[in-house]
């Protein structure tokens, strides 16, 4: 079912450059529509919203009460609901212990040349989350957006979630058990707009963060700059480093909970044995064959799922960063040896007994992650995200008249006249 690539410098780089292409961005006439409903909501704030939700979701959006999340955690099972508030809990002591090493409110220093400089770090005051509906209606998915805005100290958490007639109940009450502040049922394009502009009874907020259709992609880039986002979302993808000691199994069973996300999904193999690559091609057919999304999986695995096989774990490792992947695996002998080798990827697993689900669901960092070659740059979703900084400046007289005729030379070197009249001012 996996092509096997032999690495020969071109091969393999072919493959890539068909992934890569696999999540080029919307298209014109996705962009079109979403700026279009964007417009017309900030023109027309929540009448426009209600219009749009009436056209596409066939509701109204409203705000869910509280004791009806409740409701829902009540309604779905107990082992799930359990599943959910040990997840959270994982989650919130990790983002936890990476908050604990950020400096909040107010430092400043002695500068050298005199006066104080410093900064203040706060967390945003208002953070919508987008949980989409419909087959993406993940409820890990809100623990993981949420519960690092809540652990960052964000004054109130917004999320919105398609008004379908049937509001997924783990969905609702992943929100519980998060503690997110306000849920609204409202989705798509309008959902965003309304949470960039404000409309009606839905809020403006400071950062959007979760994922989407390609129309919320849209919108989100369109957003960009009048709030802060947390990335654009790709297609998922895996890639594991594998050796001789890999088993099959294990690996193909890897690939496949990634294959199984879209069509568009990406896992490819990194080896350097023929024999694994041949032997995780033969285990793929097997679990294929018992697994529910198996479409979905055939579709990944022929378009843009692979096996290479390299000459050595340093060429394996250089076609790893070159990848940038969303999720990396080690599977070798000693994975921790390979580790050093790497410095693109949104997570590293280490180890067959750290598979991928784990970070999904219950270790604790966040698995909303850099896609599509963006880890060379963007990081995980975490607590960082949620902070801002202010710069902070105090200078005395003295200070100041030791710098500032260095000052006015720079602002007369620009031509911008009026800066440095506002320090000449000062000491006619």
Request: aromatic fraction near 6%.
């Amino acid at each position: 079912m996996m092509t096997i690539i032999k690495a020969d410098g071109t091969a393999e780089r072919r493959q890539m450059e068909a992934m890569r292409a696999r999540a080029a961005q919307a298209g014109k006439e996705i962009d079109c529509a979403a700026a279009a409903i964007m417009d017309d909501v900030r023109c027309r704030g929540g009448e426009a919203v209600r219009e749009y939700s009436l056209k596409f979701d066939k509701s109204e959006p409203r705000e869910l009460m509280a004791a009806e999340l409740e409701a829902a955690a009540k309604r779905i099972s107990p082992e799930l609901l359990n599943a959910l508030r040990r997840s959270a809990d994982h989650i919130r002591a990790y983002q936890g212990r990476l908050r604990d090493e950020i400096r909040f409110g107010e430092v400043s220093w002695d500068s050298p040349m005199g006066g104080k400089v410093g900064r203040i770090v706060r967390p945003l005051r208002r953070v919508g989350v987008y949980v989409p509906g419909g087959r993406a209606a993940y409820p890990s998915s809100v623990l993981m957006n949420a519960l690092p805005a809540k652990v960052a100290g964000v004054d109130e958490v917004v999320m919105v979630t398609p008004p379908t007639d049937y509001l997924n109940d783990a969905v609702l009450a992943a929100a519980w058990v998060a503690g997110v502040d306000r849920v609204i049922a409202v989705g798509g394009v309008q959902a965003v707009a309304a949470l960039t502009y404000g409309a009606g009874f839905i809020p403006k907020v400071d950062k959007l963060v979760g994922p989407g259709n390609a129309y919320v992609a849209a919108a989100k880039r369109l957003a960009y700059g009048i709030l802060d986002i947390d990335m654009v979302a790709g297609p998922s993808e895996v890639l594991i480093i594998a050796d001789d000691s890999a088993d099959p199994k294990y690996v193909a069973a890897d690939l496949l909970s990634q294959a199984e996300h879209d069509p568009l999904a990406s896992a490819v193999l990194l080896t350097t044995s023929q024999a694994l690559a041949e032997a995780v091609d033969r285990e793929i057919v097997r679990q294929t064959g018992y697994l529910g999304r198996s479409e979905i999986i055939e579709a990944s695995l022929r378009d843009y799922g692979c096996a290479v096989v390299c000459e050595t774990m340093e060429a394996c490792a250089d076609l790893a960063d070159e990848i940038a992947p969303e999720h990396l695996e080690i599977v070798t002998k000693e994975p921790r040896e390979v580790l050093p080798l790497l410095h693109n990827a949104g997570a590293i697993f280490l180890g067959a007994s750290t598979p991928e689900p784990l970070g999904d669901y219950m270790a604790g960092p966040d698995h909303v992650l850099p896609t599509s070659g963006t880890a060379r740059f963007f990081s995980p979703l975490s607590v960082d995200a949620f902070i801002k900084k202010t710069s902070i400046l105090e200078f005395g007289w003295d200070d100041l008249a030791k710098v500032k005729d260095e000052i006015v030379t720079l602002a007369q070197s620009e031509e911008l006249t009026a800066h440095a009249n506002s320090i000449q001012v000062r000491f006619e």
